[in-house]
């Protein structure tokens, strides 16, 4: 008898009982650290989702820099990735405010944009910025920076 496609990929042709994994419970990760997402972008949003959530990363987000202080100020984030330009706020002065504020003065905030240019890396840095990381977001340079701001976090 010949291997086929079908007696590869197919049942067991004995009689042991077939075990479909996709209907068994998912492992939950253990939480590692919440980032607060502050992005104008839904679809910025979900991608950054897509790739942390997975890992066992909590995540918040907010449409704006006014929701995102407001949220930072709440729930004390355990870094903030932050947008530069949205509407009302832009990301610099979101920045400026919550490195003023006592409650949040001390969360790792990563700059992500669009735009690399070094002026924008210059301005996010002198403003209080941890970090920058380009749009679209590589992974690794993510998780890189995420585990040089979270070193007491466990970065998969």
Same mark, same amino acid.
């Given at each position: 008898?010949?291997?086929?496609?079908?007696?590869?990929?197919?049942?067991?042709?004995?009689?042991?009982?077939?075990?479909?994994?996709?209907?068994?419970?998912?492992?939950?990760?253990? +939480?590692?650290? %919440?980032?607060?997402?502050?992005?104008?972008?839904?679809?910025?949003?979900?991608?950054?989702? +897509? %790739?942390?959530?997975?890992? $066992?990363?909590?995540?918040?987000?907010?449409?704006?820099?006014?929701? $995102?202080?407001?949220?930072?100020?709440?729930?004390?984030?355990?870094?903030?990735?932050?947008?530069?330009?949205?509407?009302?706020?832009?990301?610099?002065?979101?920045?400026?405010?919550?490195? +003023?504020?006592?409650? %949040?003065?001390?969360?790792?905030?990563?700059?992500?944009?669009?735009?690399?240019?070094?002026?924008?890396?210059?301005?996010?840095?002198?403003?209080?910025?941890?970090?920058?990381?380009?749009?679209?977001?590589?992974?690794?340079?993510?998780?890189?920076?995420?585990?040089?701001?979270?070193?007491?976090?466990?970065?998969?």
């Amino acid at each position: 008898m010949g291997f086929g496609f079908r007696s590869i990929f197919g049942r067991h042709q004995d009689n042991l009982e077939y075990h479909d994994r996709r209907n068994d419970d998912r492992i939950k990760l253990p +939480k590692i650290a %919440t980032i607060l997402i502050v992005d104008d972008s839904r679809t910025a949003i979900a991608v950054l989702r +897509k %790739t942390l959530e997975p890992t $066992g990363y909590t995540v918040l987000s907010a449409l704006n820099a006014e929701e $995102g202080i407001e949220i930072a100020k709440n729930d004390k984030p355990d870094c903030i990735l932050m947008d530069i330009i949205m509407p009302g706020l832009n990301g610099f002065q979101a920045t400026r405010i919550l490195r +003023k504020e006592p409650l %949040t003065q001390h969360i790792p905030i990563l700059i992500i944009s669009g735009n690399e240019q070094a002026t924008e890396k210059y301005w996010g840095l002198r403003v209080g910025a941890n970090g920058f990381l380009g749009k679209p977001v590589d992974r690794s340079e993510l998780f890189h920076l995420l585990g040089e701001h979270l070193p007491e976090v466990q970065v998969i």
